[in-house]
């Protein structure tokens, strides 16, 4: 059963685009809400994270977009560059990473065409 | 500062064998996570320890332990290895068991 739905599964952008990558949940106890940045042959790098109690959040060029009745939130990479193209990860989980860990989508590959 | 660290890098193993792999987490940080990255796949949930304790545990068979030692690094044990153990086992860390994780690079395990 997958918790977290994450769309679309490739990107290709131009270099200045907006990136936007989509992800749905279906547990109603997610109250925390990072996406991750993956480059190939490392660890998963946090970018960004949210919680319920705020519908957007914005740090420096990436910004999360929360729905909460959709059950739905949002990554926007505002002026993609090159060096954005890697794997990008949405995730969710019950009291910030808690006990029952991290749920993570299946990623999207992102491509910032120069 | 030093971020997550993990060893070895790589390894390769034969089926039935038995791997441990080790976690050093931030310095500050209490609690330790073990996940699971197939390729092309997100990480999955295999264990989270907080002072030593298991705090909790994924969707893994009895095949998978863990523990966490006085200086909160922490060590994943895998027994009986089968093919489809082959994956990245990456190790997260944060300061307490609700706060932000951490991964760290990750050993990439090759059973043959």
């Known amino acids: 059963q997958q918790q977290v739905k994450q769309s679309p599964q490739s990107l290709i952008v131009q270099k200045g685009g907006i990136s936007i990558i989509n992800c749905a949940y279906e547990?109603?106890?997610?109250?925390?809400f990072p996406w991750y940045q993956q480059f190939p042959g490392k660890g998963p790098a946090l970018l960004i994270a949210?919680?319920?109690?705020?519908s957007e959040k914005k740090e420096g060029r990436f910004t999360i977009s929360f729905n909460k009745s959709a059950k739905q939130f949002s990554l926007h990479i505002m002026d993609s560059q090159p060096g954005d193209s890697a794997t990008y990860f949405c995730?969710?989980?019950?009291?910030?990473?808690?006990?029952?860990?991290?749920?993570f989508g299946k990623g999207t590959h992102l491509i910032i065409q120069p | 500062d030093a971020g997550v660290t993990q060893s070895p890098t790589h390894l390769i193993k034969t089926r039935g064998q038995q791997v441990t792999l080790r976690c050093s987490p931030i310095?500050?940080?209490?609690?330790v996570s073990w996940y699971q990255q197939v390729l092309g796949q997100g990480p999955q949930f295999i264990f989270q320890?907080?002072?030593?304790?298991?705090?909790g545990r994924g969707n893994f068979p009895d095949r998978f332990s863990a523990r966490q030692f006085p200086n909160y690094s922490s060590e994943l044990n895998v027994n009986a290895l089968l093919l489809g153990d082959s994956a990245l086992y990456l190790c997260?860390?944060?300061?307490?068991?609700?706060?932000?994780?951490?991964f760290g690079p990750g050993t990439r395990l090759t059973v043959t």
């Open positions: 997260a860390s944060s300061w307490a068991i609700v706060y932000e994780q951490y």
């Open positions: 547990n109603t106890a997610f109250d925390y």
């Open positions: 949210i919680r319920p109690d705020v």
């Open positions: 995730a969710a989980s019950i009291s910030g990473g808690g006990a029952d860990g991290l749920t």
């Open positions: 310095s500050g940080h209490k609690s």
């Open positions: 320890y907080y002072e030593k304790e298991e705090r």
